[in-house]
T-cell receptor, first 116, second 112 residues
Framework: DTGVSQDPRHKITKRGQNVTFRCDPI?????LYWYRQTLGQGPEFLTY????????KSRLLSDRFSAERPKGSFSTLEIQRTEQGDSAMYLC??????????????FGAGSRLTVL | GDSVTQMEGPVTLSEEAFLTINCTYT??????LFWYVQYPGEGLQLLLK?????DKGSNKGFEATYRKETTSFHLEKGSVQVSDSAVYFC???????????FGSGTKLNVKP
């Protein structure tokens, strides 16, 4: 397994456009998280899945953000009608739900979004 | 609510110097505590963790002790190397909860 993969690594878009990020977690991990990180800040929780179920979504997440994990494997994060304030690094992480690996997050390298 | 506070950086040290990065937390109950490290251009990696009071996490010469009485989890290393230059994040998760809270990160620069 090559770890958590995210695509694209960098996306530049114009305000008002839609963007989609993809995350491929470690195959045996049933939990998948999305975080957002802005410059000089720590990761901020957006949402998480256990298998295909989205179990929690941050109140900070506007209706323009939607995430899916249709088959409990890869996940997508879509941002509609992007705004300049959406510019950030979007991080995906995965973990096991039980056992010694539970609550140990493995992060991808992130997808950097720049909204012009 | 739950939160993590870290000392602001950047921290600049000479090689072989002693390192301390302070971390304090606020949480209900008994959280698990973590240190993650982010090297330039890479994703966050788990450095060490502690799951209960008085536990000591250690890895790669780094150590941190879970101090419930002072709600702290300070990161220490006796002799830093240039390769330790990175951003260090303190984090917590509460038992039976599924959301991690991260500090704002402390950048460490180690000069030869």
């Amino acid at each position: 397994d090559t770890g958590v993969s995210q695509d694209p690594r960098h996306k530049i878009t114009k305000r008002g456009q839609n963007v989609t990020f993809r995350c491929d977690p470690i195959s045996e991990h049933n939990r998948l998280y999305w975080y957002r990180q802005t410059l000089g800040q720590g990761p901020e929780f957006l949402t998480y899945f256990q298998n295909e179920a989205q179990l929690e979504k941050s109140r900070l997440l506007s209706d323009r953000f939607s995430a899916e994990r249709p088959k409990g494997s890869f996940s997508t994060l879509e941002i509609q009608r992007t705004e300049q304030g959406d510019s950030a690094m979007y991080l995906c992480a995965s973990s096991l739900a039980r056992g010694t690996g539970a609550n140990v997050l493995t992060f991808g390298a992130g997808s950097r979004l720049t909204v012009l | 609510g739950d939160s993590v506070t870290q000392m602001e950086g950047p921290v600049t040290l000479s090689e072989e110097a002693f390192l301390t990065i302070n971390c304090t937390y606020t949480a209900t109950g008994y959280p698990s505590l973590f240190w993650y490290v982010q090297y330039p251009g890479e994703g966050l990696q788990l450095l060490l963790k502690a799951t209960k009071a008085d536990d000591k996490g250690s890895n790669k010469g780094f150590e941190a002790t879970y101090r419930k009485e002072t709600t702290s989890f300070h990161l220490e290393k006796g002799s830093v190397q240039v390769s330790d230059s990175a951003v260090y994040f303190c984090a917590l998760i509460r038992y039976n909860f599924n959301k991690f809270y991260f500090g704002s990160g402390t950048k460490l620069n180690v000069k030869p």
